[in-house]
Nanobody
Framework: QVQLVESGGGLVPAGGSLRLSCTVS????????VSWFRQAPGNEREFVAV????????YYADSVKGRFTVSRDNAKNTVFLQMNSLKPEDRAVYYC?????????????????WGQGTRVTVSS
């Protein structure tokens, strides 16, 4: 059973930075395409960023492009989301998700495995 555990959320002032981590159990981490999604109160879960198996391919939602960077360390079974220039509208619970297909899906239903989420709060 694959397990994903997010960490690194917290409270930060607008303009600040946070680095989220997603650690994935199992010895086949490099097989997974991993994405970050977020869900604000009253909103649907939305795509943030995706990273391919080797880390060389990444895609971002327009709302975070240029501010967020996704990366991975396959030796440590971990994916990171560096979030800079945070805005109040970035406030949400952030989830990482993994799947083994060969697509870079931006849809939540394209992912088999999910973490429990980590909360990010940005004060204005």
């Amino acid at each position: 059973q694959v397990q994903l555990v997010e960490s690194g959320g917290g409270l930060v002032p607008a303009g600040g930075s946070l680095r989220l981590s997603c650690t994935v159990s199992g010895r086949t981490f490099s097989r997974y395409v991993v994405s970050w999604f977020r869900q604000a109160p009253g909103n649907e879960r939305e795509f943030v960023a995706v990273i391919g198996r080797s880390g060389s391919i990444t895609y971002y939602a327009d709302s975070v492009k240029g501010r967020f960077t996704v990366s991975r360390d396959n030796a440590k079974n971990t994916v990171f989301l560096q979030m800079n220039s945070l805005k109040p509208e970035d406030r949400a619970v952030y989830y990482c998700a993994a799947q083994t297909s060969y697509s870079y899906s931006r849809l939540a239903n394209g992912y088999n495995f999910w973490g429990q989420g980590t909360r990010v709060t940005v004060s204005s």
